[in-house]
């Protein structure tokens, strides 16, 4: 059977284990360099954008930021405040948040900037997040150019739970022009109990880009960063690929 409900909420208690293989521990080291780097605010609130059930969240913790998590998914957040008790959390979609000048970090990994759509719904999540970070701080995320999105098929990881094996399928199709980018889901669940289920769902994203979101940024009073997208180094971007972290100051 195939349901086309929201694949998140159904199944957001296996999504820590669709990304098993996302190393969120590097990621946070690397978004500490970064804002040692980049950052010019002596403060440590730390606001997660798109923070699902908290990974990111937990590190930051870890490493001494005070935590902010984001998200439009009740289900998410509420296996998010599970891990992170001692944060807050913010059920919001990411070009509606309306904190102000509040936060010395804020990030938004996993290609999760692309859900702020169409290009004046992204345009508003940079300008929220340029106006709740305090004189100093660092916006960090990744992008992917939209000019190097391939076609290909899709990422497939599968999962043993008990009796049950579940696959994960995602993968992103763009047109070759236009700001629309797709990211097509399918989760297929097969037990001895329960049979054959299958969840798909579609998202659209925002296809930008590297140079135009630059300029978005800049426009709105970014000083910005173009960094290769290694999570070990802080390398400058090569100006040829096509994935890249953004390091974005406000003065």
Known sequence: MT???NLYADLSGYYDQFCAEVDYAEQCAFA??????????????????????GQHLLHMLRRGFVGTGLDN??????????????????????????????????TCFLYSIHYSHPTSALQQTL???WRALKPGGLFLFNTVDAGGISNQRSTITSVVDGEQRLSFESGWRYRGEGETLDLLLGITRESP??????WTD??????????????????????????????????????KSFNALVAARRP
Not at 36 to 51: H, I, M
Not at 78 to 103: G, H, K, M, N
Request: proline share 2%; aromatic share 8%.
């Open 193 to 198: 109990a329960g049979g054959l289920k299958r």
């Open 127 to 129: 300008l929220r997040a």
């Open 73 to 106: 998914s009740a289900a998410m957040l509420e296996l998010a405040e599970a891990r992170c008790p001692a944060a807050r959390f913010l059920l919001c979609d990411l070009a509606a948040f309306e904190q102000a000048a509040e936060f010395d970090l804020i």
């Open 202 to 239: 579609h998202h659209t994203m925002t296809a930008i880009s590297l140079l135009q979101l630059q300029n978005m940024l800049t426009d709105i009073g970014f000083e910005v960063t173009l960094l290769e997208h290694d999570y070990q180094r802080l390398l400058p971007w090569n100006g």
């Open 32 to 53: 500490e360099r970064a804002f040692d780097c980049f950052g010019a605010s002596d403060g440590r609130d730390y606001l997660d954008l798109a923070c699902g059930t």
């Open 3 to 5: 349901d086309n409900g």
